[in-house]
């Protein structure tokens, strides 16, 4: 078997083929994407040609696939991603130490390599629209620049409360679980996923999410985890993190419904169902 773990495979020479697919950015949004992710598809396709099987890693895709190339829908199996819970807090990682790295005690954060399908400009836009009324609160946006931050940059530069904008770049997991433990609210503007970690990982930090009501969003968080609002639309984004800052009760009964969801996700799960995948197609009856 040849298991092409991030939407292309090699021919296999004859041996079973299995190819991960995670998304269908580059056909559903492919103005959204580089000239290189543009060409998997096509690669994807002589892999079907050969009878490979398809894994996707939400049931959302799975649909989305199956709705693309009809004629391989037998063999496109949904094994959603897994999670797991992060230690206790330890020196280093605590709600005390995000706040820290934020530069405030009550911010607005962001998770997310910087590129067009997250929006980042558009949660830029919806901070702005809160900010007056909220003279403590902060935007944070933390990951690693990719393609398409130059609108981000912009908006950055546009923003009227730009210095109370905080733009960090990679964090390791420490900061990472300290920043979301001491958020008082985690955004997840995106277009487009192909699975949901980042609200996964607010609700095991104990922290609220307002995220953009997309397939797999609504998928891995439901609808009594989070508050989730249209993409693309600045205003309902800034009325949710207003609704969510100001009903710390709700808020908290969110994150609480959230637990369940969170359990939901296992990687010990998501292997074993992988390896019974492998034996499932590398020896049909």
């Known amino acids: ?28 949004y492919p103005e959204m994407v580089t000239d290189d992710v543009r060409r998997w598809p096509s690669l994807l396709e002589r892999s079907l040609e050969r009878g490979a099987w398809i894994h996707t890693v939400s049931h959302a ?19 959603p991603n897994g999670f797991r819970r992060p230690p206790a807090p330890a020196e280093g990682s605590d709600a005390a130490r995000g706040r ?30 809160i900010a007056s009324a909220d003279p403590d609160l902060r935007l944070v946006i933390a990951g690693p620049d990719g393609w398409g931050v130059n609108a981000l940059l912009e908006a950055l530069d546009r923003s009227p409360h730009r210095r109370r904008i905080r733009r960090l770049n990679w964090v390791g997991a420490a900061d990472r679980w300290a920043l979301l433990r001491g958020a008082s609210v985690v955004a997840y503007p995106s277009v487009y996923e192909g699975f949901g970690l980042v609200p996964l990982e607010a609700l095991a930090a104990g922290t609220p999410v307002v995220a953009t009501r997309i397939p797999t969003t609504e998928e891995v968080v439901g609808e009594d985890a989070a508050l989730l609002v249209p993409a693309g639309d600045p205003d309902a984004l800034a009325e ?5 800052l ?8 969110r994150v609480s419904a959230g637990q369940a969801r969170v359990d939901a996700y296992d990687w010990d799960r998501t292997a074993d169902a992988i390896a019974d995948l492998y034996h499932r197609i590398a020896n049909p009856l």
């Open 240 to 244: 949710a993190l207003q609704v969510t």
């Open 61 to 79: 895709i799975a649909a989305e696939v199956r709705e693309q190339w009809p004629h391989a829908a037998d063999r496109v199996v949904a094994i």
């Open 1 to 28: 078997m040849v298991h092409g773990p991030n939407h292309v495979t090699p021919p296999g020479g004859g041996a079973t083929e299995l190819v991960t697919v995670h998304d269908l950015t580059a056909l559903r």
């Open 246 to 253: 100001a009903d710390e009760f709700a808020a908290a009964a």
């Open 100 to 129: 820290r790295l934020a530069g405030g005690e009550r911010y607005v954060l962001a998770l997310s390599t910087v590129e067009p399908r997250k929006d980042l400009p558009a949660l830029v836009a919806a901070f702005d629209r």
